[in-house]
């Protein structure tokens, strides 16, 4: 199974009462494992997380800590572009080379990298004079 697949699977239990945007995450770390997530909404709206954060943090979670490839989907009349948040969450965890697929329930896929989602992004090098 694909890590599109994988995402298009999990999608289905996303908690998405509020936007009823679901989406789902699979990313594959450099140790060959596959972590999927979902984004959970809350009634306090901010509280909420996205799938990239819940896949993200099962990875850590089970003791891996980088990302080798991650596949993002939703239904979407375009493949769901990663919000700002998750750019910066993805580099902390990813090199810039890393491949994302965002994809849509329709079919439609992209191609693109951490690196390309978040050009000039700030990282841990950026505090060595601190
Ligand atoms: N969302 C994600 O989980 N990932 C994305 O890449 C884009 C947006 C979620 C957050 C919120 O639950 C819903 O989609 C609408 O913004």
């Keep these: 199974?694909?890590?599109?697949?994988?995402?298009r699977k999990v999608r289905h239990n996303a908690y998405a009462p509020y936007s009823r945007f679901k989406v789902g995450v699979a990313i594959r770390s450099t140790s060959g494992n596959v972590f999927?997530?979902?984004?959970?909404?809350?009634?306090?709206?901010?509280?909420?997380?996205?799938?990239?954060?819940?896949a993200i943090a099962a990875m850590i979670a089970a003791?891996?800590?980088?990302?080798?490839?991650?596949?993002?989907i939703a239904d979407c009349p375009r493949p769901v572009p990663p919000c700002g948040g998750c750019r910066q969450k993805l580099s902390?965890?990813?090199?810039?080379?890393?491949?994302?697929?965002l994809?849509?329930?329709?079919?439609?896929?992209?191609?693109?990298?951490?690196?390309?989602?978040?050009?000039?992004?700030?990282?841990?090098?950026?505090?060595?004079?601190?």
Excluded at 37 to 44: H, S
Excluded at 92 to 101: H, I, L, M, Q, W
């Design 92 to 101: 902390e965890f990813g090199a810039r080379d890393v491949k994302v697929t």
């Design 36 to 54: 999927v997530g979902v984004n959970v909404e809350n009634a306090a709206y901010p509280e909420g997380t996205c799938a990239e954060a819940g």
């Design 63 to 72: 003791g891996d800590t980088r990302i080798a490839e991650i596949a993002v």
């Design 103 to 130: 994809a849509t329930t329709d079919g439609i896929v992209e191609q693109t990298s951490i690196g390309a989602l978040l050009p000039g992004g700030f990282d841990a090098a950026d505090m060595e004079k601190a």
């Design 1 to 7: 199974m694909s890590l599109v697949d994988d995402a």
